[in-house]
């Protein structure tokens, strides 16, 4: 980094004015014509070296701009060395220029700030609005210029009320170009004077002067339509009654313009009305008669800003009696050799008709004033079949609302012809809400006209029905109405003779359509009703085949109940439900004999082992059995071995040790006198794997009388030695489990 950057803080402490008393000592001081000056002006600058200064003894002089050398000149003079630069086009907003001694290192001996810019612009688009609502105050805006300046800028808000001549100045903070005078700096109805003026320190600039009344800029608030009633005896006319709102009702005394804006219910078109002076109530005539309207006002003082359309409110004008023709298209099926003859009779307003009320219907006679005896239907809707009268050439369709009937609008019978007119017939769509029918006819002679008609094809209600009419001229013709995207409709153009209706030629269309155009007569429609069956095909196929799948997986857990459960939940041996009735190999059927049969959900015993101990033991093998682990192993080992299962040892085979019971005396050896003691664990749970070397407690102990207390195998137990006197007999029915051992005497022994 340059040495003259490294002292720019030293340098701008100077130049900002932070000079002391020994400022005069200075070895240098730099002069400029102004620190503030256009920019792209050029700038001159003098570097004063006094003789006497240590720093420049012998040194030369260089300028520098920033950390940019710039060459300068030498002049000389009696009182010290003094040294000038010229800048023809100073370019910098702001940059600091200083006078530089080469020494080692380079010295600043002394340097300005110079800053540049523009003088302001005078201030543009002066506005002012005043709020009425509370608190009331008056707010003005301008806009500054698009030139940047570069340099601050202060704005002042002056006002002048000529009623009283008084003069106020807002001072503004910088950066803002709006402000707002509070209410006591203006006065409602007194013109006032309004300027702004823009000052930096190469000049000031004023705005244009603008005379105001405060309240002829005021935004009201949106008005209230109270009520839109119907004027009595006046046909087309509604009566609004409106007013402010409750911040500015105090205005309304006052000459207020007022707007109102209308549109009927089946309309998105708002009509404006001219502008009124406003009464209370305001009139609005020459409006349909039975016709419900939708009505909005505005408001404003002279040329002061419109307020906000109001919320709407509706009303309905007089009702009276239909007038204007009602436009028809008459088509005839049935057998014409025994006359029996269907009407198909459609019908919809012509241009020039007029309901002139909300609840309309029609009527269809064989008569031109209507009458009980020869009326044929009478239908709210926009259609009516019937069955035609004999000998009658003409049928008359009215329209009826509670004020009166519309003239009769006559509608001829026509024969059908079986000639053929039209050869081609194309559609084409314009939009979503418009179709182009195009046809060609072979013989025009004797024709007065067309009829195009179309309906949806997916729809039959003869209400879906529409038609419109062409002149014998015409080959082509655009119909509108509310087209469904995607959706088929039929086409059908009809000739019109003198005496007939001739052959009509149809194609179907749509408005929008994925893929092929839907000029195609015809191919359009197969194709989308085609891809819609093999999409419905392809939905009931995956829900049949799903179906399949779930009634299988159900019927396969059914089946195999027992073997998911036996893998999943092992088989656990329930000693409520215990029975030994039955072995698992034939050599342990023939050796012990069949036991009862009659209990419920039985569980078998996988197999019963025996193992002679010795009748006396001594305290120490009594703690070595009860306390080692190491030792018991083997006899684990021993009771749950099995003679009957094949490859079976120990704690490697699949069946579940559940409980151990231990008699006292030897198997094989003929019953003793005294009874038998017997020692069962009292495990509630299978016997694991690493339970299998177990200590159990002692379940029951029947010491005999020669029985010593050390005899209780499994360790003291209160309940081991049996009170004096006691019966000793074992009662089996309190141990079921046990009593399923108990070995009879029987020929198979």
């Known amino acids: 980094m340059s040495p003259c950057v490294s002292v720019i803080l030293m340098v701008v402490a100077f130049v900002n004015g932070a000079r002391i008393e020994d400022d005069i000592q200075s070895c240098a001081k730099v002069q400029t014509a102004s620190a503030v000056v256009p920019l792209g002006s050029p700038v001159t600058a003098?570097?004063?070296?006094?003789?006497?200064?240590?720093?420049?003894?012998?040194?030369?002089?260089?300028?520098?701009?920033?950390?940019?050398?710039?060459?300068?000149?030498?002049?000389?003079?009696?009182?010290?060395?003094?040294?000038?630069?010229?800048?023809?086009?100073?370019?910098?907003?702001?940059?600091?220029?200083?006078?530089?001694?080469?020494?080692?290192?380079?010295?600043?001996?002394?340097?300005?700030?110079?800053?540049?810019?523009?003088?302001?612009?005078?201030?543009?688009?002066?506005?002012?609005?005043?709020?009425?609502?509370?608190?009331?105050?008056?707010?003005?805006?301008?806009?500054?210029?698009?030139?940047?300046?570069?340099?601050?800028?202060?704005?002042?808000?002056?006002?002048?009320?000529?009623?009283?001549?008084?003069?106020?100045?807002?001072?503004?903070?910088?950066?803002?170009?709006?402000?707002?005078?509070?209410?006591s700096g203006f006065v409602f109805f007194s013109e006032m004077e309004i300027y702004v003026k823009a000052?930096?320190?190469?000049?000031?600039?004023?705005?244009?002067?603008?005379?105001?009344?405060?309240?002829?800029?005021?935004?009201?608030?949106?008005?209230?339509?109270?009520?839109v009633e119907v004027v009595p005896k006046r046909y087309g006319c509604l009566k609004l009654r409106w007013g402010l709102s409750p911040h500015q009702a105090w205005m309304h005394d006052f000459r207020l313009n007022l707007e109102v804006r209308l549109k009927t219910a089946d309309s998105s078109h708002w009509s404006e009305q001219p502008v009124i002076k406003p009464t209370r109530p305001v009139d609005q005539c020459r409006l349909r008669h039975g016709t419900e309207y939708f009505a909005q006002i505005r408001v404003r003082y002279r040329q002061s800003p419109w307020s906000e359309w109001s919320s709407s409110q509706s009303g309905v004008t007089l009702e009276s009696a239909p007038t204007g023709r009602l436009d028809s298209w008459l088509k005839v099926s049935g057998d014409h050799t025994h006359k029996q003859l269907t009407m198909h009779l459609f019908w919809k307003p012509s241009q020039q008709f007029r309901a002139n009320s909300q609840n309309v219907s029609y009527v269809v006679s064989v008569q031109k004033l209507p009458a009980e005896k020869g009326k044929l239907c009478s239908t709210p809707r926009n259609y009516c079949t019937f069955q035609l009268p004999r000998k009658a050439k003409k049928v008359y369709l009215s329209a009826v609302n509670a004020a009166g009937k519309s003239s009769p609008t006559e509608v001829r019978i026509y024969q059908i012809k079986r000639h053929t007119v039209i050869s081609e017939i194309k559609a084409i769509p314009r939009d979503d809400r418009s179709l182009l029918v195009q046809w060609r006819s072979v013989d025009a002679s004797g024709l007065t006209g067309y009829v195009v008609e179309w309906s949806p094809l997916l729809k039959t209600d003869p209400s879906f029905i529409q038609f419109e009419t062409a002149d014998r001229n015409q080959s082509s013709l655009v119909i509108t109405g509310s087209f469904e995207p995607y959706k088929p409709y039929g086409i059908s153009v009809y000739p019109r003779f003198k005496d007939g209706i001739g052959l009509p030629q149809t194609v179907n269309a749509y408005s929008r359509q994925r893929g092929k155009s839907p000029k195609t007569p015809g191919g359009s429609h197969k194709e989308n009703g085609i891809i819609q069956i093999t999409i419905v095909m392809i939905v009931i196929a995956f829900g049949v085949g799903l179906s399949l799948l779930i009634i299988f997986i159900v019927v396969t857990c059914f089946s195999n109940h027992k073997r998911l459960k036996g893998h999943f939940w092992p088989i656990v041996p329930d000693p409520a439900n215990s029975s030994i009735k039955k072995w698992t190999s034939d050599s342990a059927q023939e050796k012990f004999p069949a036991w009862d049969k009659k209990e419920s959900n039985p569980i078998y015993l996988s197999h019963l082992s025996f193992l002679n101990l010795p009748m006396k033991l001594s305290k120490e093998e009594d703690d070595l059995w009860s306390n080692s682990a190491e030792d018991t192993s083997d006899l684990g080992e021993s009771i749950c071995g099995s003679p009957f299962i094949p490859g079976y040892s120990g704690s490697n085979s699949d069946s579940v040790p559940y409980a151990t019971v231990i008699f006292s005396s030897p198997c094989c050896s003929p019953p003793p006198n005294e009874p038998h003691v017997y020692l069962r664990s009292e495990s509630t749970q299978p016997l694991l794997e690493t339970e299998e070397s177990f200590s159990p407690k002692c379940y029951q102990n029947m010491a005999s009388d020669g029985m010593s207390r050390e005899q209780c195998f499994f360790g003291p137990c209160d309940d081991c030695i049996p009170e004096e006197g006691a019966n000793t007999v074992i009662h089996w029915d309190d141990f079921p489990f046990l009593q399923a051992l108990t070995m009879n005497d029987t020929p198979n022994d």
Not at 113 to 122: C, D, S
Not at 202 to 223: C, H, I, Q
Request: proline letters at 9%; charged letters at 20%.
């Open 46 to 183: 003098t570097c004063i070296i006094r003789d006497d200064c240590p720093l420049a003894t012998g040194q030369d002089v260089q300028w520098r701009l920033n950390d940019r050398l710039i060459p300068g000149i030498s002049v000389a003079s009696d009182s010290g060395r003094i040294y000038k630069v010229a800048i023809s086009d100073f370019n910098h907003t702001r940059a600091f220029l200083t006078c530089c001694v080469q020494a080692s290192p380079i010295q600043v001996v002394g340097g300005v700030e110079i800053r540049a810019g523009y003088p302001p612009l005078a201030p543009q688009n002066l506005s002012c609005q005043t709020n009425l609502t509370t608190p009331n105050t008056l707010t003005c805006s301008w806009d500054p210029g698009q030139q940047e300046t570069h340099l601050p800028t202060k704005y002042t808000l002056h006002t002048k009320i000529w009623d009283s001549n008084e003069k106020q100045t807002y001072e503004l903070p910088t950066g803002l170009h709006q402000y707002t005078i509070p209410r």
């Open 199 to 227: 000052v930096n320190e190469l000049g000031e600039a004023t705005s244009l002067p603008m005379v105001l009344e405060p309240v002829s800029v005021a935004k009201f608030d949106p008005p209230r339509i109270l009520k």
